[in-house]
């Protein structure tokens, strides 16, 4: 086993991203101040101008990681579209009934942004553009003759289990989300027809 290294030893960008999404997650992003993330990272204000020039580059860098992370969990789905699209179910299912789940960090963000223009918009727009294209193509591996709507179904399927997890009792989403998605499949996808 490795030894822990310590947080003060690893590098300050991390440490103020690392404590801008713990923070931002936990609290809502406009609720916490930047004083607030530099104490938390244990670094100065100099410093964190020096990484981040304001808040919000600080914000879509939070996001961006948020997605990165997500991008690598995702290259490690199963080659075989719907064990794919059932291993995401699952692992949203899971994300939605853990300790703490505040809902997802882009629909907080992009409620709390509301200006499509905003470079915090830009990087909820690029992350769901990255998401929607991967569940278009995992649908239409599977033969599904507009794969683009049946995507956009899922993906309204998935943002409403992401609400519905933080709003009420979580324990069901995920068994909830699979019996949807299969029914929004089976609209799509006609039997017989998988790539």
């Not at 003060?8 to 936990?26: K, V």
Request: aromatic share 6%; charged share 25%; glycine share 8%.
């Amino acid at each position: 086993m490795a030894p822990e290294i310590p947080s003060r030893a690893r590098p300050i960008r991390d440490r103020l991203l690392d404590a801008a999404g713990s923070l931002f997650y936990r609290e809502g992003i406009r609720a916490v101040s930047a004083d607030k993330i530099i104490a938390a990272a244990g670094t100065t204000k100099v410093t964190f101008y020096r990484y981040f020039p304001t808040k919000d580059d600080l914000v879509a860098a939070y996001l961006d990681e948020q997605s990165r992370r997500i991008r690598e969990a995702a290259g490690l789905l199963p080659e075989d579209p719907c064990e794919a699209l059932t291993a995401l179910a699952a692992a949203m299912g899971q994300e939605a009934c853990r300790p703490g789940f505040r809902g997802c960090p882009f629909i907080n963000a992009a409620a709390e942004y509301p200006d499509p223009r905003h470079p915090v918009r830009a990087a909820v727009d690029r992350h769901r553009t990255w998401f929607h294209a991967l569940v278009t193509s995992l649908v239409a591996a599977l033969g599904a003759a507009e794969p683009e709507a049946a995507a956009d179904q899922l993906l309204m399927l998935r943002d409403g289990a992401m609400v519905h997890g933080y709003v009420s009792e979580p324990g069901s989403v995920g068994a909830g989300m699979l019996q949807a998605g299969r029914a929004v499949l089976q609209l799509h996808v006609r039997p017989g027809s998988t790539g």
